[in-house]
């Protein structure tokens, strides 16, 4: 990315003084970046141990830790763009710690075999679909705004009030997508087929029927 941040701004047609902010605080969050990939793995393999609720109060301490960090970097050390993308860095940093931590240390108790196989890699590429569907999302996301931001300021701010509404409906629906994860994770690590199936019609039946009004 720190490559190939010029030839993106080039690309999105910003104008030079947006293309300097923007660069500044590319370049300030990419010392972050690796942490947040790390930090969503972990958060997958919290789920399938059924510890959903220390990612959750990790991941609001360091938003809050964020906005400190922030106001001390932009308002105080008077460091600008710069300072928040050093705030997001570091609090990224310090999530990414917390939950390989507790992932470490559960593995320690439980004496988990820290070799990697084959297995490993073979269940990897056994979720390349999920891969390319997240993929494929967030660059139609990345799509629709670059199209947007060629029809003034309005139909932005009105986008983005429409795109909050889907996100918060989003996660409404996310949330007993983790919950079905963590319960078919450990199924399936019980080699129990029946229950997988059974859970997985249950929990796929419940969010059509959610969708339904939500959407």
Do not use: W
């Not at 889907?166 to 029946?194: E, H, P, T, Y």
């Amino acid at each position: 990315l720190y490559f190939f941040t010029d030839y993106i701004i080039l690309f999105l047609g910003l104008e030079s003084s947006v293309a300097k902010f923007t660069k500044l605080y590319v370049y300030a969050c990419l010392p972050g970046l690796f942490s947040i990939i790390v930090s969503l793995s972990a958060v997958g393999i919290l789920r399938g141990m059924l510890k959903n609720v220390l990612p959750l109060l990790a991941g609001i301490s360091c938003a809050l830790i964020n906005v400190v960090l922030t106001f001390i970097f932009v308002y105080i050390l008077k460091f600008s763009i710069v300072g928040a993308g050093i705030g997001t860095s570091i609090s990224e940093m310090i999530l990414a710690s917390i939950l390989v931590f507790a992932i470490v240390r559960k593995a320690i108790v439980q004496k988990a075999d820290f070799k990697i196989t084959a297995d490993i890699f073979k269940h990897l590429l056994d979720n390349f679909p999920l891969f390319i569907r997240s993929l494929s999302l967030n660059a139609s996301f990345f799509v629709l705004g670059l199209t947007l931001a060629h029809f003034g300021s309005g139909v932005i701010a009105s986008h983005y009030v429409a795109y909050t509404v889907m996100v918060f409906l989003n996660f409404m629906l996310d949330s007993i997508g983790i919950a079905s994860q963590s319960l078919i994770a450990i199924k399936i690590g019980n080699s129990n087929r029946n229950i997988v199936l059974l859970l997985s019609k249950k929990c796929i039946s419940i969010i059509m029927l959610l969708s339904i009004p939500l959407g």
